[in-house]
Every structure is written in structure tokens, then in C-alpha cells.
């Protein structure tokens, strides 16, 4: 008999999605060069040279029946190796293979990291504003996301907020640096102050707290700034990341969980994801891209396009009067909307052929995001229609 | 804080891969081509030159961010359209692109097909001897697996055993055919017989028990018999495939689920495995797969291999005394063993070299499996070791 709680599921649509439909129906209409469409988080510009130069390489010179081959249920021993290597010559904490577990992209990695230290009926915090994919990724193994208010002058992070939703019930946090849909990336100080918060929690309560770090968006940063790694933090984390923005593959699904040498139980991880997988019939990400990407951890797809087109849209923005956190990386904005509904605010921007998402989608009424992964062109051509949406829907 | 459930699991080693790490670590000893390693079900044979092909022509003609862009939530449209083309054409059934959705592989269907019509709780059915990861397929959602006994004659249905377990919490029937151990091919009498058992349950329970069907081994068939397809059989059924076997792909991690389109709610499947895929982190098989394997689908690797290693093993059993079922395809063999304890009879075994996985395994005491994947030229070199053991351990 059919499960009536994915059936229910069916009845929500997604915000984003009804949009990106929207757009794709008006591109119908008057072309879909003429429609902006900034709905939707998907890379713009193609992965490296390299990375097709070594599936084809592989493809031709590796015998099949290898390359082709089951993984081990941990994965690849030699892309686990690369990938440990990678990190620790990086960010210096003392990676070995048996920390690194491959995953289908960050999703694969975030449903493995949240199995590992949250039990069903227990509580993850994150903050807003946030993915709307982590409230699936959490209910989808019984648990609760919370959401903890934003910090909209910075979107950095309201520690007293975040203070007064530690509980004992509390099991993991889950933080997303550089942030999708802020842009904002998390500070030193930000990270410093979480982390003693967490430990002090996690001593308070008599369990580690973890803290899940979801870091898609890891290279692509703005202003030649660096983003400080979490995990550098605090002990208890588990990295989580993907390919699918630093080298332009979403489609193929890869990315991997890496859990801190000094978390509890640092060694037993890996293993347990092993045994997730089993009840998740997630296994391993396909063998060719495993190996693909091993070769492919130093590099990145140009990515400057993003940062062109933040400055055009942050200046414009600006110039129009919005109020508007720079971006730190992603390739995101999230400026206040115009009037306090968001909803009704992006529902009057279509009028002008413009996509932009309701904060609310983020758990962030109020503000608006714009993705701008689309041609630098575009983002130029847009401009009239933003500023003939703001003059006319918001006269001063 | 760890999750200790799966931390548990960790305790619990695996039989078939113990075999294989003795026989990895014997072949260490002794050379790996005098190790006679029955243990594990992996492909020997290479996928066809086609796949190959086509995976280098898409990637040196292909747009790469089209390529490996992000398939949709319910996967590649054209690939939907491909395999239910496909399928329609072979065994008449009207799937449309509709009622199929791309799995990372038999696992991703599985979980998938059971989230669908298993809740919490209730209970799935399934047939000794069986693949052991059922158990984590079905325990990882909540429910559980119960195993009706084995009609060792033929393993085909015993009908009486399952008739007397079905009951008002049963949700679904998990079959796999041909059988993984068995090398049983399930008859149209025996499929037809199992369906009418099923319509009948549903309408005294007042729910439909859905049938899902694991067909990995579907391409692998001996004597040039043809397998029923368990769907035309009855309307209530989800059909799992992965291509690890029919095109040697296991590590890539391709598959689908098959709404059967008389099913309940035939529309929505597809749609529910989208939002099942949210909660688990399965997404998408990689993208370049689902294309690649869509040009592949009337293709096989040449099987012929495993029907030549069953016949030789399959005479020489018989030669040497056993009780021994003709396998109808896949590529593995059960014999009956020569003492009632086939963890005995497999621990002494391995004194002669031969890794052979007792049946306990399979939910199947007395009994042990032989996975014939490997070169004929050590199937043959395996004999006499075979008839060593069999006159020494077990004189007349």
C-alpha cells in the first residue's frame, strides 16, 4: 500500500521550483533570453579541461572490468587517500584516508554526517537563512530541524539567539559557509564564538554536540579573501562537501564527508557511513568519477564570472536604494525586499520578466535571493527591467 | 554524540566479505590464482566496447555544463523515455516515461521502492535463500524483514509457507529472479501462483501487498530459456534493475525502479521516489551514466562466460555426489553440502584453498554458494581441489 507521507509530500511545491517553472514558461512566450531568470543555483560556466581529459583517459587506457568495478563499501581507498591528502596539505588538521568517506555530492554527504551523530526524534539546529533542502535531509531520518533567527545585519551568527535553542535535546548544528542564499561567509570570530558555545553546551549537557559543516561553496569567494574552515574550529565536525560548484558537475553527483582526526569516535565514522549506506541504498558515487575528481582536487572551473557578476548586481542594488549584505562568495545575493511580504514583492518582479526567490523559502521573510549563475550579459541586460520594477512597484 | 545503532552494526562482520579478505590475504600466501575464491558475485567480464564509446563521445562532443549539469529531481527525461521505450517493446507492458525513475543501481531502487509502499512497522516478505542486504534494505526504513522457508527441491515458492505468513501487516513481497544464491529462475506456474496469493491477501487484508521485484540477473539466463517478467503477472508491482551485471557497470551505480502502470497510484510513484530521494541524499545517478546507459539498453557484455563455468561446475558436482539444483541463470550455484553444518563444511574447505559462503548467509542453513564470475581456466583448476576436499573431508 502506498505510503501516505511521501504521497503527502507531493501537495508542497517548492517555491524555487514553481519559479524556475514560471520562467522556463515565460522564456516560452518571449524567448527565454529575455526572461531573468536568477532562480535557480546552477553552475553557469563548464568544469575544467582536465577533468574531461582525464575521464576520457581513463575510459580509454583503464581495463573495464577494474574501472568499472564494485568500490568497497567505503569507497575508493585511493580517491580516500587523495582527498586526505588534500585537506590536511590545505587546512593542516591530520586527515588520513580513514576520515574520508565519498559521497553523492553534499547531499549524499549531509544524509550520511546527520545519520552518523543525530538519532530520530533528537534536534539539529541551523540558521537562517538557510537551504531548504536541510529540513528533508533532517525529517528524512526522523529528527527535527530548528531554525535559528537570522542575523540580517550580517548574516553572520546571533550567538544569544543560538545560546537560548541549546537544549539537551540538541544533537548536531548544521552551518553552510559560504552561505547559500546570504553569500555571507562565516568569520573567524563567528566560527571561534560557535565553537564555545558548542563546547561549553556540550559539556553542560554531558554529550559532544556536532556541528555538520556543509561547504559547497568552499572556492568560490570573493575579493581575494579566504574562508576559515570550521572544522579548524572545532573538534566534533564533519566536513561535508561537494564538486558539484568547484568544478561545474552537480550532475554527476560527487563530494565527500571528512570527520575531524579529533571528533569522538574520529575513526568509527567512516565505517558507520558504511553501514548507512546499506539501509539507504546510497552505496558509493559511481567508480569513474571517484577517480576522476581524485585527479582533480587542486583545480577549479573559472569561477570569476560569479564575482563579475556580484559586483554589477551589488552596485546596482545599491545604487537602487536596497539595503544589501556584500556577498563573501556563492554565487548568491540576498537583499530586504522593497516591502516587508517578500512573497508579494518577487510575485511583482515577474511583471518585469524578473525571477527572484522569496526569502521565506530560506526561513528569511522579507528578503529576496538572486542567483546570479547566468551570463555576465544577462545579469547587464537585466538591470533596466530591475530598475523599472523598482520605480514603478516602489516610487520614493 | 554517535548514534550507537550503527555503531552496533560495525560488530557485525560480514560473512561473505570475511571469505573474500581470507582469500585476499591467502592469495598473499600462496599466489591469488591458487586461491579458488567463490565468494563474491563482481563481474568478470568487461563491459561492451559500446558503452565505452559512447561515454568518450559524449564527453568530447557534448556542452560540458549541459553534460553534467543537475538531472531533474525525478532524473533524465530522455533516459525515462529511453527505458520505457525499452521496456514496452520487450515485455508489453505501456510504461511510459512516467513510471520509471533512474536508481544509483538495484540498491537505490530498492530503498526507494520499499519507502514507497513500506511504512514503519510493517512487515515485507521475501523468500529463502536471499540476498543478506535485504535485511538492511528493509531494517533501514523501519520495518521488518521476514523470510519464508526455502522449497529446496527447486527453490521455487513454497506457497503453503508464505500463505501462512502473510498477514494483515504485511505490506510488500520482495522476490529475485533469477536468484541470487540460488541460480532459480522463477516459472510462469510459479509467478502466476504467487500473484493469485497476493490478489487474494490484498482483498481479504483491504490493502494492496505490493510485489517488488530485484532483477539484477535478468539478462543472464541459461539454455537459451527465457525468464517471465514478474510484472505481466501482477499490476501491483515495482521492478528493480541495475546494470552492474548485464553490462558489467557495478561500480557506476545505474539502475531504476519500474512503476508497473496498472499499479495503485501508478502516477505518483515516480513523483514520491523524487521526494524519497530528498530524505536520503540519493539524488540522481550521475548524469553521464543515465546517458550513456540509455544508448546501451538492447546491449550486454557477453555473458556467455558464467553459462560455461555453471556447466562445468554444475557436472562435476553431480560426478562428486551433490545435491545440486540446475541453475536457469546469474551466476551462482547452491549446492546442497555434505554435512548439515555449512559453516563447518565451508570452514574446511578453505583448507584446500576453496572460499565457498555457507548458505546461512542466505537465510539457508546446510546449503552454500559458489559465485562463478571468474576465469574458466580456474573454475577448472578448482576441480581438483573440489574432489580433494570432497574424498578427504567427506569419504564414502
Known sequence: MIVQSYLDMLKVKSAIRELSEWSTARGAEIGYENVFDYSLGNPSVPCPPQFTQVMIRLLQTAEPVALHGYSPTLTLPSVRQAVADHLRRRFGLPYTAAHIFMTAGAAGALAHALRCVVAPGQEVLTFAPFFPEYKPYVEGLGAVLRVVPPRCQDFQIDLDAFEAMLNPNTAAVLINTPNNPSGAVYSADTLRALADRLRQASQRFGHRIFLISDEPYREILFGGIEAPYPASFYDDTLTCYSFSKSLSLPGERIGYLAANPACEHAEDIVPMCGQISRGTGHNCPASLIQLAVAECLDLTSDLSVYETNMNILYDELCRLGFT????????????????????????????YDLALVPGDTFGCPGYFRMAYCIDTDKVRRSLPALERFVRTEYPL
Open 324 to 351: 544589501v549584505v556584500k556577498p563573501g562568495g556563492t554565487f548568491y545575493i540576498f537583499p530586504k525586499a522593497l516591502e516587508a511580504d517578500s512573497v508579494a514583492f518577487c510575485e511583482k518582479a515577474k511583471r
